[in-house]
């Protein structure tokens, strides 16, 4: 089992930054590729960003550009570095651990219990 616990999360003005962290214990991180989603307001959970344990990185187009996703295996945790947020990146986000490598939130093998992020114009 592993456990993930996110932080980072709160209100920012438009064209403003957030880092999300998310710190995993149980077992070790290296085996899995880290990925975060959100769900906004009346959507459905949706792919970001992901990283494999070798760091390569994968994101949604959507945020291309202006998130960066990173890992710390030796300290187990991962982290989403956001930039140039938009109110449509309101959303709850969440860190994922998988086996594979997956944009489809339903091949996850564990979650966290996500942070808030709200961007204001």
């Known amino acids: 089992q592993v456990q993930l616990v996110e932080s980072g999360g709160g209100s920012v003005q438009a064209g403003g930054s957030l880092r999300l962290s998310c710190a995993a214990s149980g077992r070790t991180i290296s085996g899995y590729v880290m990925g975060w989603f959100r769900r906004a307001p009346g959507n459905e959970r949706e792919f970001v960003a992901a990283?494999?344990?070798?760091?390569?990185?994968s994101y949604a187009d959507s945020v291309k550009g202006r998130f960066t996703v990173s890992r710390d295996n030796a300290k187990n945790t991962v982290n989403l570095q956001m930039d140039s947020l938009k109110p449509e990146d309101t959303a709850i986000y969440y860190c994922?651990?998988?086996?594979?490598?997956?944009?489809?939130?339903?091949?996850?093998?564990?979650w966290g219990q996500g942070t808030p992020v709200t961007v204001s114009t």
């Open positions: 994922a651990a998988s086996r594979v490598a997956t944009r489809n939130p339903n091949a996850t093998d564990y």
């Open positions: 990283i494999t344990w070798d760091s390569i990185r």
